[in-house]
């Protein structure tokens, strides 16, 4: 081949990687009526639960509606259902990364930043129903002259440690997996503050060959890091309730169930987050029916898992002999929070099946009406382990029906514009795909070119 | 408290001890110990002995005090009436004294309007009218009424000695006063008095609609017998007695008897005239064969002829009606049992004369009649009413109010501003009894002292002293005596047990015990059944009543119930609410917060019913109907209860107060205006019962206020109960037939002994209680005494809406199905169990729970940030958190036990096993040297201090000589919850049912489908 072609090709190839990082940078031109128009409603919402909130450690716990026995509620929900989502960034990010699933370039860097900003939203709710959250710092093992450290044996300081190292885990891949992104974005930021901004964190990256072998080492390391913690998280999480002796929480299937139950959820808001981004900005070119038919096969997957795990919670209640646990899970599907339960049944375990079907698969409409039942269906699966089961425990004296007030939904609703306003803001000042991936993606003519220079 | 009430407290009290007792020196004025007082050490309590006066029962107490304070009350071990127990009503006393809507000081009407009036010019202005109205009025005696309720001792001479030195008259109200009683024993025995009964002598009790477990005229006392009676807790293998309830209703007591026979309201009797017409009484009741009262009553012949064996067979005892059985034929009622027992050979034996219980006055509703009609004629010029609420108690239809009306001069002595008050010109607050002397007579042998504990709390005066000083003013006049020389209420007092207590030393030994009693002086005095009954002729009545000059013969027809008939109409049984008393009682927060123990509702009136009723008419807890009598008509939440009969409704009295401060006020309705003014013909006390209402719903819906979650157990290992036959067996010493090894993660299997090793092997303590239900009346004495002693704070009928009770002890009610039907009623004291392996605490990520080396379950306020797992992971339920800063309104704060803190919100608390009880003996014990160890009984958990029937022990279980060690490795104990392996430190002790034959079947009690 002569130098000519050669250099045709690369000019071809250069011109795709333009458009390429044109296309991505777009994203962080200035925002419009609409991006303003939902960040004034997420800033309101959020407002409210703000409101509500100080309201809360200023009157007592009591203004939600706790109802003893039911002495965990919404918020717990809240908390297991943020860390949920936060757990299919990482497995997309990480786990398929290691196992080369190339479908996951696309949306990786969405679903990441999705686990940061979730594992951020999920890390407020157990300060939220502390009751007396002024002394939060007691659960964490501080020296002090007392010697006083938090009880070890306690699943709630497991807790504590799990989600701070998954939030440093996770924050630090998210940005490792930027530094090239961010420099692509200096290069060709307009303003003196992008550019200021962008260059301080893009860490003095210039493409370099010995940046490349670097960052690409560091970014399999932290990939293999980050990979025990997908399931390492969920189980600690898991364990919240499975420690405990609860009829309904006191199971050995938990981790495991947990585990894919929050990859389930993580990945139905994947997509509930994607379909809207990917109509937003015009990303039709880079996400297309093949990454859906594939995250709808992750979702179908662990839809499978779920469902399981509940025929077998049911089979192992029945099984045991124990009639606490018969109970609980007689109450569960008949009981006074069987609509709860069934919600959660309809919406995790029956209507996924339609996802044996490429056509519901490949379809962008009907794919985020599924993501959004499963991702109501996840909250309320939550709702119905921790609520359900606490309301209907050993003592039949103190049997009770919880329902939430207002605080509650309004701190819920809070916590679901504190996580949209991060995604807003992080679409509008860092690339929501990663760029550098993509390009790598596209046939490597470059490469090819070379090797036949050689020959020749 | 903070640290400054707490010293401004010690300053306050300096002064009032430093000026002993004078009632000038106002708590502003601080002055330093600069000489301490003798009898006050900061942090010692000072005890003082007294009388509680919250119900005519007259039970004896023991009043803590600390810096000046009241804190406390406590039964006086020494009193024969309740033996050192106390009810909650006698428990929540102080909150009457601190209640903050007390009335502060003197106050006149003045245009529509009270204004402040000083006690002297109160005093003067009233004896210049009441002289003014006697020259009006020609001084014609009885222009002048003083309305009191019961009393008795020095307290009623004084009243009666100044109505007759003024012309005036004293008319005797007291709602609950068992005239029907009086009648009957005056008609069968001559005598118009209460006998006492002598339930613990009895092995068979049977009762008509006493309550008297819960407010028949000396529940305390009558527990504490029936237990003695009935409770079988295996350390001993003699077969206990039998209790049989014969009731329109599932009452409290009901449910502890071994049988309920239901029966139709107003027909109860006629079981007993049945059951003596079995024992061979003849005259009348030989009408009534068992068939005949079968078909009236709706009780299977067959069980009537069963008791009435029973009866005969055993040293019985029949016990007459109460207040639920109060219809217009409560006279004849008394009368059939009355000849029960004469029947089966109880007078003289169970039912004696020895120790006649002074109770309440006959006729005090017809007396009230007669003034109503006095006063509608405008006779009445001035009427002064000290210790009654008529306007509250009495029917409206009566018109009582109204004719206060055409009083010219009112006065109220009621130290809170209740119903009645707001119809009177002056309002004159009398103290509390806790601040007030006084004494009290129960009964014949016995008399009580009351004296204050503490300076009055507000600016209040003893009514006493008010009466001496208007008698002072108007002076002796013609036909009156001259005011006596006394110079107060306290020198009368003390003059009046001059023969008693001649010189001080006497008298401070009777203060110190709390009154005398003089059991052996008294002479027993054996019933003699009058003539008429001697010759066996029920119409004792009509003899007795024609000799007393008119009225008709006792007749033995059931009684009528008047009212709406037809579809969706019952028969209204109002029945005296535990707590709550006639209505006295309801501006004690505690007291409205205590669950009823039948329903286990608080702060609410409800209208009790049948599930299956409830079911045909669509009524959920909660719904609101609207119950009409044709007198009156109110609205109030449906609440299903099994102890409802299908053709009767019951509602509780007590509550719907309009006034009375702000805890009583607006809760609930008052179902005494649904009642008409009857009377029964025959003792003129008044009909509680006898209407039938109409039910219509309302479709308001409103939150039941119930405590319990599920009516039964659901066969779990919490309320366990085993066969009188085979616990006897066991408890001589027989094997268990199947023994249940419960062998657990360590192959241990849960006995004291190994319980017992759950605190430091250097610690001579673990402990622990043994809790007998088959004792446990839930009577909720216990929760009352453990919200005083621990601070409990009251929340509130919202809260109580979400459940969020504080009561760190709870009764739960439970129903189970009789194999032969019927059900069993179990009450099961639930409080932390202290388990060796406590399932909250390795859950608490902050430590707060922990495991002391005592082996208590330790809860550590200041280390608590509320994560609340140790509450879902506690199979019990027994943790209570603190979802707001609850409030103690100033003066209720004084009444803070000091040992104890107040928790901050966001904080979990439960029972401590009075932990500042165990250190206080500790610290004492420590004086003694190193190796001393707290001796068994040298203190007690405020629970088990206070249970009327001896339900709680608590002790040490480490000592195998102990009481509770003894009994928790007795046959019959058991741990609730058992394989979860919690190992609790609470045995329990199994409900020992099926005594003596075998029960009928009930149609009317179902528990299917409960929850």
């Known amino acids: 081949m002569s130098d000519r072609t050669m250099e045709k090709s690369g000019r071809a190839q250069a011109q795709i990687f333009r458009r390429v990082n044109r296309d991505i940078l777009a994203t962080l031109q200035r925002p419009g009526v609409g991006w303003a128009a939902m960040m004034a409603v997420v800033l309101t919402v959020l407002g409210i639960g703000v409101i509500a909130e100080v309201y809360q450690i200023k009157v007592g716990l009591g203004v939600a509606g706790y109802e003893p026995p039911v002495m965990w509620a919404v918020y717990i929900t809240d908390f297991v259902f943020w860390v949920g989502i936060a757990h299919s960034g990482t497995l997309i990010s990480a786990i398929l990364f290691l196992f080369r699933a190339q479908f996951r370039t696309a949306v990786y860097r969405i679903s990441e930043t999705m686990t940061v900003f979730a594992v951020m939203t999920a890390g407020l709710f157990p300060l939220i129903h502390l009751g007396r959250v002024w002394y939060f710092y007691y659960l964490v093992p501080y020296p002090n002259e007392r010697l006083l450290w938090p009880n070890f044996r306690s699943p709630l300081v497991w807790d504590f440690f799990a989600i701070s190292t998954y939030f440093t885990i996770s924050s630090v891949f998210l940005y490792v997996g930027l530094i090239p992104d961010i420099a692509v974005a200096r290069d060709r930021a307009r303003t003196r503050f992008r550019r200021r901004l962008y260059s301080v964190l893009s860490l003095g990256w210039q493409g370099t060959d010995t940046q490349w072998r670097h960052y690409n080492r560091a970014y399999l390391f932290l990939a293999g890091l980050a990979t025990p913690l997908v399931l390492s998280v969920h189980s600690v999480v898991s364990w919240d309730f499975a420690m405990a002796i609860v009829p309904g929480w006191h199971s050995t299937i938990f981790a495991p169930y947990f585990v894919a139950g929050a990859i389930f959820s993580g990945v139905a808001m994947v997509i509930t987050l994607v379909v809207p981004l990917r109509r937003a900005f015009g990303l039709q070119d880079y996400i297309d029916e093949y990454h859906l038919d594939r995250l709808a096969k992750l979702l179908l997957l662990t839809s499978s898992i779920v469902f399981y795990a509940y025929l077998v919670e049911f089979w192992t209640a029945w099984y045991s002999g124990s009639d606490y646990e018969r109970a609980v899970f007689w109450d569960r599907a008949f009981g006074q929070y069987a609509w709860a339960a069934w919600i959660m049944y309809s919406c995790n375990c029956i209507i996924p099946l339609a996802l044996w079907f490429r056509r519901v698969r490949t379809s962008w409409f009907w794919m985020f009406i599924i993501s959004i039942f499963v991702n109501l269906g996840m909250w309320f699966e939550r709702f119905v382990i921790i609520i359900q089961s606490l309301a209907h425990e050993f003592e039949p004296f103190q049997w009770d029906y919880y329902t939430p007030t207002w605080v509650e939904m309004a701190i819920t609703a809070g916590s679901f514009a504190w996580f949209l306003m991060w995604f807003l803001l992080f679409i509008k000042f860092l690339p929501s795909m990663a760029i550098a991936e993509l390009k790598e993606l596209l046939p490597p003519k470059l490469k090819r070119a070379k090797e036949e220079v050689e020959k020749a | ?1011």
């Open chain 2, 1 to 1011: 408290m903070e640290r400054r009430d707490f010293l401004k407290l010690i300053g306050i009290t300096g002064a009032g001890a430093a000026t002993a007792c004078d009632a000038k020196v106002g708590p502003q004025s601080l002055i330093p110990y600069m000489v301490p007082p003798e009898d006050i050490t900061p942090g010692i309590p000072t005890w003082y002995a007294s009388t509680c006066r919250e119900c005519p029962a007259g039970c004896g107490t023991h009043v803590k005090t600390r810096e000046g304070r009241v804190i406390k009350l406590e039964g006086n071990p020494d009193s024969p009436v309740n033996r050192g127990k106390l009810c909650a009503r006698g428990q929540a006393a102080h909150q009457n004294l601190y209640d903050p809507d007390r009335l502060k000081g003197p106050k006149r009407l003045q245009d529509g309007d009270y204004v402040d009036a000083p006690w002297e010019e109160a005093a003067a202005a009233i004896a210049a009218e009441i002289g003014r109205l006697r020259t009006q009025s020609g001084g014609e005696p009885g222009a002048v009424v003083l309305l009191t309720g019961l009393q008795t001792g020095t307290r009623e001479r004084l009243y009666d000695e100044w109505a007759q030195a003024l012309g005036a008259r004293r008319v005797v109200y007291e709602p609950f006063a068992y005239e029907a009683l009086l009648e009957a024993n005056r008609r069968v025995f001559g005598e118009a008095a209460l006998p006492a009964y002598d339930i613990e002598g009895a092995e068979f009790v049977i009762s008509f609609g006493a309550e008297f477990l819960e407010t028949w005229i000396s529940p305390v006392r009558y527990a504490g017998q029936w237990a003695r009676m009935h409770a079988f807790r295996g350390d001993e293998a003699v077969e206990k007695g039998i209790f049989v309830a014969v009731e329109p209703r599932l009452s409290m007591t009901a449910s502890n008897a071994d049988e309920w026979v239901s029966v139709k309201p107003g027909t109860e009797y006629l079981v007993a005239l049945a059951m003596a017409n079995v024992l061979g009484a003849g005259g009348e009741a030989s009408e009534w064969t068992p068939q005949r009262a079968g078909e009236a009553t709706g009780v299977d012949p067959a069980t009537i002829e069963r008791l009435a064996r029973l009866f005969a067979d055993k040293r019985s005892v029949a016990l007459p009606g109460g207040i639920s059985t109060s219809h217009p034929k409560a006279t004849a009622a008394a009368v059939a049992v009355n000849l029960l027992n004469r029947a089966g050979g109880a007078f003289g034996d169970t039912v004696t004369l020895s120790a006649p219980v002074t109770g309440p006055v006959a006729g005090s509703y017809r007396a009230i009649v007669d003034l109503v009609s006095e006063m509608q004629t405008g006779t009445i010029q001035a009427l002064l009413i000290a210790d009654a609420n008529p306007v509250y108690s009495l029917p409206p239809a009566l018109g009582f109010a109204e004719a206060l009306r055409q009083v010219r001069l009112r006065v109220s002595f009621s130290s809170v501003f209740d119903e009645t008050s707001a119809w009177c010109h002056w309002l004159l607050p009398d103290h509390t009894p806790l601040e007030s002397w006084g004494d009290w007579v129960p009964q014949q042998d016995v008399i009580g002292i009351q004296q204050p504990a503490m300076r009055p709390v507000f600016n209040t005066r003893a009514t006493p002293d008010v009466l001496l000083d208007v008698w002072r003013a108007i002076g002796g006049g013609e036909e009156g005596a001259a005011a006596p020389e006394e110079a107060t209420w306290y020198d009368y007092l003390r003059a009046a047990w001059s023969d008693r207590a001649p010189d001080e030393r006497a008298w401070a030994a009777v203060l110190k015990a709390g009154g005398i009693w003089e059991a052996a002086a008294v002479t027993p005095s054996y019933l003699q059944p009058t003539d008429a009954a001697t010759a066996g002729r029920a119409g004792a009545g009509a003899a007795a009543t024609a000799e007393a000059g008119g009225g008709e013969a006792a007749d033995f027809s059931p009684a009528e119930f008047e009212g709406p008939s037809g579809e969706g109409t019952f028969a209204l049984v109002v029945y005296p609410q535990l707590a709550l008393y006639d209505g006295r009682t309801a501006n004690r927060p505690w007291l409205q917060e205590l669950p009823d123990p039948a329903t286990t509702v608080a702060w609410q009136t409800w209208v009790e019913l049948h599930p299956e009723t409830a079911d045909e008419l669509g009524l959920v807890n909660g719904d609101v109907v609207s119950v009409d009598s044709g007198h009156g008509s109110v609205e109030a939440p449906v609440i299903r209860y099994y102890g409802a009969r299908r053709d009767t409704v019951a509602m509780p009295l007590g509550r719907g107060h309009d006034r009375m401060g702000r805890f009583a006020a607006g809760r609930g309705v008052n179902p005494i205006a649904l009642l008409p003014p009857t009377a029964d013909a025959d003792s003129g006390g008044f009909a509680w019962q006898g209407v039938r209402v109409q039910l219509t719903k309302t479709g308001a819906k409103v939150e039941p206020l119930t405590f319990q979650g599920s009516d039964s157990d659901h066969g779990r290992d919490l309320a366990e109960a085993i066969p009188m036959a085979e616990a006897l067996r066991l408890a001589s010493g027989g094997a268990e037939e199947h023994v249940e090894e419960h062998v657990v993660g360590e192959d241990i299997p849960l006995t004291v002994e190994r319980v017992a090793r759950d605190s430091d092997s250097e610690s001579p303590y673990r402990w622990g209680m043994a809790i007998s239900v088959d004792a446990c009346i839930g009577c909720n004495a216990c929760v009352a005494a453990c919200s005083a002693e621990n601070n409990l704070p009251f929340v509130g009928p919202e809260r109580v809406a979400r459940s969020r009770f504080m009561n760190w002890i709870r009764i739960e009610r439970y129903f189970e199905e009789k194999p032969g039907g019927g059900v069993e009623t179990h009450h099961l004291p639930m409080l932390c169990q202290h388990c060796g392996a406590a399932p909250c605490e390795p859950v608490c990520p902050v430590y707060a729970t922990y495991h002391n080396p005592d082996g208590l379950n330790v809860q550590v306020y200041n280390r608590c940030v509320g994560t609340r797992y140790c509450s879902n992971n506690c199979p019990y339920k027994v943790r209570y958190f603190n979802w707001f800063q609850y409030e103690w309104p100033e003066p209720l704060n004084w009444g803070l036990n000091p040992d104890v803190t107040a928790r901050e919100k966001g904080v979990m608390e439960k029972c401590t096993y009075c932990v500042q009880r165990i250190n206080a003996a500790k610290i004492v014990v420590k004086d003694q040297g190193p190796d001393a160890v707290i001796p068994e009984g040298m203190f007690q958990t405020a629970c088990q201090q206070t249970c009327p029937t001896d339900a709680i022990v608590f002790g040490n279980l480490k000592d195998p000589a102990s009481r509770v060690a003894r009994l928790a490795g007795g046959p019959l104990a058991y741990s609730a919850l058992e394989h979860l392996n919690t190992r609790p430190a609470n045995f329990y002790l199994k409900h020992v049912t099926d005594r003596g034959g075998a029960p009928t079947a009930e149609p009317a009690a179902q528990t299917t489908g409960a929850h």
